[in-house]
Every structure is written in structure tokens, then in C-alpha cells.
């Protein structure tokens, strides 16, 4: 069984940065997906950004838009999300999330494994 365990959320004014980390423990993938998904008050849970074992590939959602960065981290084992010119929309439960295999996708059905779960508040 794989955990994930996120770290870094809390409260930050709108145009500042956050950055957010999440490791894995337990069973682990030689080669697995690790990414974000975020859901806000009353929204729909909304994928956020996505990087491969190796980081030679990285996908963002549409919302991003160039503003976050995602990185893997510790051997591999650990997922970074550096956040910047956040903005009020961006307040949510930041998830962390893994799979195994190649396959990246921004389908929420598609990860096996999910954190608990971070707060990130942005006020105006």
C-alpha cells in the first residue's frame, strides 16, 4: 500500500507563492506518476499538474497557466508543487496523487493512490 503525506499549505495573499510537497512511503513503483489534484468550496475536483518517475515529461491543467511549477523530488519519491501569483480562485484541498506505470493522464479515475489532502487559502 502506498501513503502520501502533503505538506506545506496554509494562507497566503492574493499575487504571493506557495509551495506544496507530498511524500511517498509504503509500497513504491519503479516507474509511477505522481501529481496534484485541487478541489475548492462548492467546485469539482480539478486536475492540477502531473510529472513522470523520471520528470522528462510534465503536464499542467488549463488553470495553471505557466504559474505553477511541478517537480519530483527526494530520489523520486516525493512531489513539489511551487505556486506563484496565486490568486483567490486557487483556495482549495490540494491532493496529492500516484500511479503506477508510464501512462500520464489528468483523469482523477486514473490514480490509484491520494493524499489526505492540504489546505491552500488565498485571500484578496
Known amino acids: 500500500q502506498v501513503q502520501l503525506v502533503e505538506s506545506g499549505g496554509g494562507l497566503v495573499q492574493a499575487g504571493g507563492s506557495l509551495s506544496l510537497s507530498c511524500v511517498s512511503s509504503?509500497?513504491?513503483?519503479?516507474?509511477?506518476?505522481m501529481g496534484w489534484f485541487r478541489q475548492g468550496p462548492g467546485k469539482e475536483r480539478e486536475f492540477v499538474a502531473a510529472?513522470?518517475?523520471?520528470?522528462?515529461?510534465?503536464y499542467y491543467g488549463e488553470s495553471m497557466n505557466g504559474r505553477f511549477t511541478v517537480s519530483r523530488a527526494n530520489a523520486g519519491n516525493a512531489i513539489n508543487l511551487e505556486m506563484k501569483s496565486l490568486k483567490p480562485e486557487d483556495t482549495a484541498v490540494y491532493f496529492c496523487?500516484?500511479?503506477?506505470?508510464?501512462?500520464?493522464?489528468?483523469?482523477?479515475?486514473?490514480?490509484?493512490?491520494w493524499g489526505q489532502g492540504t489546505q491552500v487559502t488565498v485571500s484578496s
Open positions: 496523487v500516484s500511479k503506477a506505470g508510464f501512462g500520464i493522464t489528468r483523469e482523477a479515475g486514473d490514480y490509484d493512490y
Open positions: 509504503g509500497r513504491t513503483f519503479t516507474r509511477d506518476v
Open positions: 510529472t513522470r518517475w523520471n520528470s522528462d515529461f510534465n
